[in-house]
């Protein structure tokens, strides 16, 4: 059967179409997997095992989940913020999250409950400006002057950070809070395959933190 000229077209698009999202899937699937690789070497789950550094980065969530509890993330990374400083691993904490409104206020909330864990007030530092994990990592390096940190948060968000710290020629470490349960934290994953295809953009493009702005110095 002799297809007409737009049947033709439309079936080139369809071919064009399907064949693009193969490729996309693949490059998805490749870069995941990379960033996975990459990171391995510098990911710790022993405390005991963690080298000693001035600063813990610990990179800020909502404290409470759309049900209303307590966000599972939220809560490991305070624990695993707790568990480096009673280890003596590290001397400060930087909180970096989004406070993009009054009354949302991420690095003030865990600042809050790192407090009354027992960390004193003095040792914790508030980046306010960490509205996603490029901008935590290198205000850390540009604003914080810390070249060398240990990143705090979920394996699979530390992955991402080492991999864009790394990139930057920041000499981070990672150490995984507790990860959470497959079904809990299903939605996450999937964005965090999203987050790793535009991370790799924002590599190629020099892609900058959304604010700067005076150095501020941890002592």
Do not use: C
Not at 92 to 97: D, E, N, P, Q, W
Not at 151 to 169: L, P, T
Not at 173 to 202: H, S, W
């Amino acid at each position: 059967m002799r297809l007409l000229p737009g049947n033709r077209y439309l079936r080139a698009l369809v071919l064009l179409l399907f064949f693009s999202g193969i490729l996309i899937f693949l490059g998805t699937v490749m870069v995941f997997r990379v960033v996975r690789v990459k990171s391995q070497p510098f990911l710790y789950e022993d405390p005991n095992r963690v080298p000693e550094h001035k600063v813990g980065l610990v990179l800020g969530t909502s404290k409470y989940a759309m049900s209303g509890n307590v966000n599972l993330y939220y809560k490991y990374r305070i624990d695993a913020v707790v568990e480096l400083y009673n280890a003596g691993k590290i001397k400060y904490v930087l909180i970096s999250g989004d406070n993009g409104t009054p009354e949302y206020n991420e690095p003030q909330t865990i600042k809050e409950d790192l407090i009354r864990r027992g960390i004193p007030a003095e040792k914790i530092f508030l980046d306010y400006a960490g509205f996603r994990t490029l901008d935590s990592v290198v205000r850390a390096w540009k604003i914080f002057g810390q070249n060398s940190f240990i990143v705090i948060s979920q394996r699979f968000h530390n992955e991402r950070a080492i991999y864009i710290a790394r990139s930057y020629g920041i000499r981070a470490i990672g150490f995984n809070a507790q990860g959470v349960g497959r079904n809990y934290g299903f939605k996450t994953k999937i964005r965090e395959r999203l987050a790793r295809d535009k991370m790799v953009l924002d590599l190629l493009f020099n892609k900058q933190p959304k604010f700067l702005g005076e150095k501020i110095e941890i002592e």
